[in-house]
């Protein structure tokens, strides 16, 4: 099917050769050999794709949309563009080793959610902590500390949502040079969750500036979540 995709002019990206969780280090692992099964996933699928097609393209999406530092790191040196999987726009700030993308598929096909996600425009919001996404397995409520530059929306209006609680809580720490802090209202699961972070268009009624981040965490045991 790809081979006549990239017959037909479609560009290919990477997007792993076997489909693991990247994050997760297998028992007895060590950080030299998981770093270096990373990059074997990133670079033996490229060469494969560059093998039988022409249409191989420097793009790597991320297995589940899950990355760590250190994952992202690697897709860094490699010279990847890497694409995640949390909500949002792509705008001229947007970290080029992990692009949001909105889901459109099964469960989040909605034609009036759709329509407000082809409206949407970036947040500019600069992560300020914490220094990774991967949680403890006894993380409750992670504070999320951002940095939202001036722009043409209503900064005052700034709203976020956790996935499956709803709205939280907004500390401002300077509320001049936009720096705040969002805490969930309960404790988080297992599994991914993401702080979503809107702020409305101070130009054109309808559309939102949108942010996300999003968040990994392991069993209470320190293992990992099933899919």
Request: net charge negative; hydrophobic share 40%; with cysteine.
């Amino acid at each position: 099917m790809w081979q006549e995709m990239a017959a037909a002019g479609a560009d290919l990206g990477n997007h792993s050769r076997s489909h693991p969780h990247l994050v997760r280090r297998r028992e007895g692992e060590s950080r030299e050999q998981w770093l270096g099964r990373v990059r074997e996933e990133i670079t033996g699928a490229q060469q494969r794709l560059e093998v039988e097609t022409d249409a191989a393209v420097p793009v790597f999406a991320y297995p589940f949309g899950e990355y760590s530092a250190a994952v992202a790191q690697v897709v860094t040196e490699l010279g990847y563009f890497g694409v995640g999987q949390q909500s949002g726009a792509v705008g001229p700030g947007t970290d080029l080793t992990a692009a949001p993308r909105f889901p459109l598929a099964s469960g989040f096909a909605d034609l009036e959610a759709f329509a407000t996600k082809v409206r949407s425009r970036p947040l500019p919001a600069e992560v300020l902590a914490p220094a990774d996404r991967i949680l403890a397995p006894d993380a409750q409520r992670p504070v999320l500390r951002l940095k939202v530059a001036k722009g043409p929306y209503r900064l005052e209006a700034l709203a976020c949502y956790a996935s499956g609680q709803g709205r939280m809580a907004l500390e401002w720490l300077d509320r001049e040079a936009g720096v705040v802090e969002v805490r969930p209202e309960e404790p988080l699961g297992p599994g991914r969750t993401k702080y979503n972070c809107t702020a409305p268009s101070s130009e054109t009624g309808g559309v939102f500036h949108w942010f996300s981040y999003l968040w990994l965490k392991p069993n209470p045991d320190g293992s990992w979540y099933a899919e």
